[in-house]
Every structure is written in C-alpha cells, then in structure tokens.
C-alpha cells in the first residue's frame, strides 16, 4: 500500500484576473488541488484554458497587473503575496520550471556553463571550480556529451532537444521538491519528444522530486503521471488516478478530448479527420455561471444532472464537476 505522503504543494482557490481591454477577467477561477512529494500530477486542457498562467502563478512569474488570490503553499509556506525578494529565494532551488521554448530559459550571449554554473554559486555557494565540476556531471546526466569541452558553447550551437536538456539541466541544478514542466515537448521533433520526455520521468524519479506536467497532448499525460487535472475555463473539471480519469472519462469535456486525439490504426492516424469538438473555448469575459464547458457540452440538462449531481465523488479521489448553472435549472 502507498504510504499517505504529506502535501508539498497544496493549492486553494486559486484565482488570477488578467486587465484586458474589457476590464478585469478572471482567467483561473478557483482552482483546487495538491501534490505530495515525489507524486506526478498532469495538467491537461484546450489552449486559453488557464494551464500556463497556473504554472506561473505557482513560480511567482505572472505579467505585471495579475491580481491573485486564495493560496498556494509549500510546504505550508503560503506564497501567494511574497515579495520579489522571498520568490527568488525559492525559484530555482525550492521549485523549478522548463518551458516550452528552450530559448525562453536561456540566454543566447552566455556560454552554456555559465547559465548551468550560475544557479549552483548562487543558491548553493559552490566555488567557481565545484560549481564547474557540478555543472558538467549535470550535463552529462541530461545527455549532453563530452560536456567540459561544450561549457564554453552557447545555445545556438546546440539543437532544440540539446537545448532543452540543458534547461533540464539549469532546472535540476539546486535539487528542487517540485518540477514544473509546461510542454516541454511540443517545441521538439517528434523523434525526440519520448527521449526528452523519459529523460524528465527518469529524473524525477532518481531524486524524488514531485512533478506538475501540463500539457495538451493526451498521450504524455497519460503514460508520464499518477494523477490528472482536466482542466477548462480556468478551472479543474475533473481529477483522480490518471488511470480512473482515462477509463471513466465522467465529464463531457474530458469526453471530447479524448475523442479527438489521434489514434493510430495499422501504422497510420485513423481517418482522414480528427473529430473536434464543437466551438471554441469561451472568452473569458462572457463565461457562463456553473460548468463552464455548459455552451459546449452535448448532454441536455436533465441528463447532465443524472449522470453527474454536482460536484460528483467518484472514489479514489475522483470527482468531476459537471453543473450547468448557466441554464438557470
Ligand atoms: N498577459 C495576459 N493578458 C491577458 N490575457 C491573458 C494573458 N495571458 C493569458 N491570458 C489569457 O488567459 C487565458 C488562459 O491562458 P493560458 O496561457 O494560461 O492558457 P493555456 O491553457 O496555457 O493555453 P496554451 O496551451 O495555449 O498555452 C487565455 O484566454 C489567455 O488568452
């Protein structure tokens, strides 16, 4: 049995409202969960549903003018309304994130070393010659070869998944509890996307490390994480063992997006179009009251409430919420 693990990250209401030309929006709308240590959490969802802007709000990287409230703790250290100051203390050492874009992380004037080197003098005081030493044994261990003879190299020298194994590397360097990866593969060559992506499993595993995954691609999540959040309108429409969210598929959202993922029939992607789902995610400023996914959902009311009387516990920590308030039932 699995032993109960403490909450590393523990999330509660989250809220972030965005200025736009329309006002103030809220772009994630109370989103709840937690992680423990060393568990995989996958974060899964159309474009504009609010995946990146929870992961910055996690990382203390919102735009200038987010407004965020209810909690975020690690640890049982509430991070919501730290000072530049206290987040910089925690980034890179406590948690740590690699983005999509490699270049994003890197910056194209400085040698490779130097970026690796950097974090480990630093947050960890390593001397120039430990810090070196260090940076090279990390390189090598994301799979970058004959590393002391690259350190003087910058990224443009490097291909895309050299580059964003070197991220990885930057990433690990202090040992973060929580690693933080919002598409890591979708930049990438298709060829390379499992390596990268095993790469990142691998290394959570070695150093126990709790992972938050986010991703459209329903194949990562499925066969990188414990647990899965579907995620939709800036909230979490269903949750559980990515096991009993994959078999039950409980709300129609996660339905459609199961649906429309291409599936691989005798070498070649079934038909000659992926099915959608019909209408697009809607303008945050014109959300519906209830389920969000309500304007796009094709259950009727009465069948929607059947099947799911709001919010609906599916056991093993599986719930879906399915409520079509926006119809005024
Ligand atoms: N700086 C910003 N100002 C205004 N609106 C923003 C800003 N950043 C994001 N948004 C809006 O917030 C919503 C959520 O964006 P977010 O980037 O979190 O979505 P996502 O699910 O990560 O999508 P993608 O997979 O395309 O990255 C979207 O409607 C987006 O247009």
Request: aromatic content about 4%; charged content about 20%; overall charge positive.
């Amino acid at each position: 049995m699995d032993k109960v693990q403490a909450a590393l990250l523990e999330v509660r209401d989250l809220r972030i409202a965005l200025s736009t030309r329309r006002g103030s929006v809220e772009a994630v709308r109370g989103m709840d969960f937690t992680l423990a240590r060393g568990e995989t959490l996958g974060l899964i969802g159309e474009s504009g549903s609010g995946k990146s802007l929870t992961a910055l709000a996690l990382m203390g990287l919102l735009p200038d003018g987010a407004q965020v409230t209810g909690s975020i703790r690690l640890d049982g250290q509430e991070l919501v309304g730290l000072a530049d100051a206290q987040w910089c203390r925690l980034r890179g050492n406590r948690m740590a994130m690699v983005f999509q874009e490699p270049m994003t992380a890197l910056n194209p004037v400085h040698p490779i070393g130097r970026q690796v080197a950097e974090p480990l003098r630093l947050h960890r005081g390593l001397s120039a010659r430990q810090a070196r030493a260090e940076a090279i044994a990390l390189l090598e261990r994301v799979g970058i070869q004959r590393a002391a003879e690259r350190l003087g190299a910058y990224p443009h020298q490097f291909s895309g998944g050299q580059r964003q194994r070197i991220t990885i590397a930057m990433a690990l360097a202090c040992g973060p509890d929580l690693l933080i990866a919002d598409e890591p593969t979708t930049a990438l060559d298709v060829t390379l996307q499992q390596q990268v992506l095993e790469l990142i499993q691998a290394l959570v595993a070695e150093r126990g490390m709790a992972l938050l995954l986010i991703s459209h691609d329903l194949a990562v999540i499925a066969g990188a994480v414990q647990r899965t959040l579907v995620m939709y309108g800036g909230t979490v429409v269903e949750q559980g063992p990515t096991r009993a969210v994959f078999s039950r598929l409980a709300h129609p959202y996660t339905q459609g997006l199961f649906a429309a993922r291409p599936q691989l029939g005798a070498g070649r992607v079934s038909g000659l179009r992926l099915p959608t789902i019909a209408g697009t995610v809607p303008e945050l400023a014109d959300l519906p009251p209830g389920c969000p996914f309500a304007g796009r959902c094709p259950r009727t009311i009465a069948q929607c409430n059947a099947a799911l009387p709001p919010p609906v516990a599916l056991g093993e920590g599986h719930t879906a919420r399915c409520i079509r308030l926006g119809d005024n039932v």
